[in-house]
């Protein structure tokens, strides 16, 4: 018997096997698309599968490649605002969850924590006329803090398109504990896996 609490987080069979995109079987990850996604990031730790999750999307699948390149070559990262390198160098320079486009209102469009919450929740629930409401404060706001024109309006698109489909980081991190615990019982025991 197996406790799956006692499973280690760093098992290499397990990302050797998700990296070449063996996911059949194994909870969120076994789509022909998300396979594809694994093989172009080449998971290698708990974070990648939870951008993974995140990743494959709808609003943030235009990201994957972006996402890899910049796993695979940390230096190529760029960011239009030195502001965003906290908030997005973990993922590569991508936005890939509704806790960084929180941060992107509140550090650089100065919304207080209730207001980016409230954006949080449109973003959410795709409540687009909700949001629509708060375009102008914060495109204000970017220009205030020092933004130019161009990099305000990148940000407020990528708000709309994690209105199409974004994931708060917690959620994400669930399913991809459970993924991450199936694709070690996959690598590791696939006859009583499977």
């Not at 018997?1 to 063996?22: C, H, N, Q, T, Y």
């Not at 093989?39 to 490649?65: H, Q």
């Not at 160098?89 to 919304?111: D, N």
Request: glycine fraction near 6%.
């Amino acid at each position: 018997e197996l406790d799956v609490a006692s499973i280690p987080m760093d098992d290499a069979k397990s990302f050797e096997m998700l990296a070449r995109g063996d996911g059949t079987g194994v909870f969120q990850l076994e789509s022909e698309g998300m396979r594809d996604a694994m093989k172009k990031v080449r998971p290698t730790e708990f974070d990648d599968i939870v951008a993974l999750v995140s990743l494959y999307r709808p609003g943030a699948m235009a990201y994957i490649p972006a996402y890899a390149k910049g796993k695979r070559d940390p230096g190529s990262v760029t960011f239009p605002d030195e502001r965003l390198r906290p908030i997005t160098e973990p993922t590569y320079g991508c936005v890939l969850y509704q806790e960084q486009l929180m941060e992107i209102a509140k550090r650089m469009a100065g919304f207080s924590p209730a207001e980016a919450d409230d954006l949080r929740k449109a973003i959410g629930k795709k409540k687009r006329e909700l949001m629509a409401t708060m375009k102008a404060k914060f495109l204000e706001g970017m220009q205030a803090s020092g933004n130019a024109t161009k990099v305000a309006n990148e940000m407020w698109s990528l708000m709309e398109a994690a209105a199409d489909y974004s994931f708060n980081k917690s959620h994400a991190a669930c399913y991809a504990l459970i993924a991450y615990r199936t694709a070690y019982l996959k690598a590791n025991f696939p006859a009583e896996y499977m």
